[in-house]
């Protein structure tokens, strides 16, 4: 819960929470794509060894709306940035 305390920190609970149960939500493949800085803060991601997250992801926001593909998949990666920021400064 706390984590929602930081920028985008509910977009990173439930990619955590839906990575836990198997899921491939926006949300989870974002935190994929954060992994390495996530875990460098403590957080448990496990590998998923296939395509690059960042492609899913792309591909998954184009079949929903691809007129707005690219500015929504750039806005999801500045608010993983502004967490992953804002995370490193609390600690």
Do not use: W
Request: net charge negative; proline share 4%; charged share 25%.
């Amino acid at each position: 819960m706390f984590l929602r305390t930081f920028p985008g920190g509910e977009l990173v609970q439930r990619g955590l929470d839906d990575l836990a149960k198997g899921e491939e939500s926006e949300a989870a493949l974002l935190v994929q794509i954060g992994a390495p800085r996530l875990r460098r803060l403590g957080f448990v991601i496990a590998d998923t060894g296939s395509e690059p997250a960042e492609h899913r992801l792309y591909a998954h926001l184009a079949i929903s709306e691809p007129d707005s593909a690219h500015s929504r998949y750039n806005a999801l990666i500045r608010r993983l940035v502004s967490f992953e920021r804002a995370f490193e400064c609390a600690q």
